[in-house]
């Protein structure tokens, strides 16, 4: 078994894990995190049979998909500026991190016509910290109504980065996330994403709800 396969089976395992001592049955998504990674990297990945890719840097991620499998799906999580967002509608399965309605109403004009909707996940900055992008938790209101009536659009859920250093405080932001989302779904049954938890922390995020995790370094290996 080489690195990359031991890797995979290792994050498979744990989210096994993870998901038997939460007592949970639904499906949890593996989304590989491929920024700053040949395509090289990319591809055996895909040879080993996964099909979720994540990447935060538009104009990066736009020279890779090109050379990969048409039925790769495409996750951007990182910030998009509006002189971005027309890569992001021709080309991406789902945006994590909508966060302003003037992207998704740019969006909804560039999506073409021959796509499906593009999956779109709402970023909490459960945080409220200065240095992470997304809307505080009391904006989200304003926002769903917003982007609900967009025919090019389909929210599917909520996205964040917890906080990184404290244990106690990313427990806290997590269980909040996650009654947020609890929420979100009494209001919108269709709501059914909640995207939280990476390499060092998928087991509490599916403690607390998550449905999608987020694996870089503890499947890629460290970024130069």
């Not at 639904?26 to 590989?32: G, P, Q, S, T, V």
């Not at 090109?66 to 500026?81: A, C, K, P, R």
């Not at 969006?107 to 499906?116: G, H, M, S, V």
Request: glycine share 4%; charged share 30%.
């Amino acid at each position: 078994m080489d690195n990359k396969q031991e890797n995979l089976q290792g994050i498979l395992n744990r989210i096994e894990t993870a998901k038997v001592q939460s007592k949970r049955e639904d499906e949890i998504k593996l989304i590989a995190v491929s920024k700053k990674f040949p395509v090289k990297d990319i591809q055996e990945f895909y040879d080993l049979g996964l099909r979720d890719f994540a990447e935060n840097y538009i104009q990066e991620w736009n020279s890779k998909i090109h050379e990969l499998s048409e039925d790769i799906i495409w996750h951007v999580i990182g910030n998009v500026q509006s002189n971005k967002t027309k890569w992001v509608a021709e080309n991406a399965d789902w945006l994590q991190t909508l966060d302003r309605e003037s992207i998704a109403r740019r969006i909804e004009n560039q999506r073409p016509d021959d796509k499906a909707p593009l999956n779109v996940c709402i970023e909490i900055n459960i945080s409220r910290s200065a240095q992470k992008s997304g809307i505080f938790a009391e904006q989200l209101e304003d926002l769903v109504e917003e982007i609900l009536p967009l025919k090019k659009i389909c929210l599917r859920g909520l996205m964040c980065i917890p906080e990184a250093q404290d244990v106690n405080k990313k427990t806290e932001e997590m269980h909040q996330m996650q009654e947020i989302f609890l929420k979100l779904q009494q209001s919108i049954p269709e709501i059914d994403t909640l995207s939280m938890g990476m390499s060092a922390d998928l087991e509490l995020a599916i403690k607390y709800g998550s449905t999608m995790v987020r694996v870089g370094t503890a499947l890629f290996g460290r970024r130069k």
